[in-house]
């Protein structure tokens, strides 16, 4: 099964750190650009963060500059968000997507709850 799949979310308490991991199954994820979204509720989903196939380019929403790290391992077939100082506002469903010019693939989202 050709898919996407995110792990590493949870419970944090705010100036903390998680690293989320995308990883895909059935496909190289080496041939597609990989982009970091997040969902939180009652809120459109809104693009944080992405990184080109061959990870020499990437790209951060304000709200997470200097915060947020996005890296990959096309070895490991795998894509991270290094995610530091985070913040209650950071409070959201985070899903990855693929995307390239002939294909997309979104993963099912992990939950990351920054809360004291």
């Known amino acids: 099964q050709l898919q996407l799949v995110e792990s590493g979310g949870g419970l944090v308490q705010p100036g903390g750190s998680l690293r989320l991991s995308c990883t895909a199954s059935?496909?190289?994820?080496?041939?597609?650009?990989i982009g970091w979204f997040r969902q939180a509720p009652g809120k459109e989903r809104e693009g944080v963060s992405c990184i080109s196939t061959s990870g020499g380019s990437t790209n951060y929403a304000d709200s997470v500059k200097g915060r947020f790290t996005i890296s990959r391992d096309n070895a490991k077939n795998t894509v991270y968000l290094q995610m530091n100082s985070l913040k209650p506002e950071d409070t959201a469903v985070y899903y990855c997507?693929?995307?390239?010019?002939?294909?997309?693939?979104w993963g099912q989202g992990t939950q990351v709850t920054v809360s004291s």
């Open positions: 059935g496909f190289s994820l080496r041939y597609y650009t």
């Open positions: 997507k693929g995307w390239s010019m002939f294909r997309e693939y």
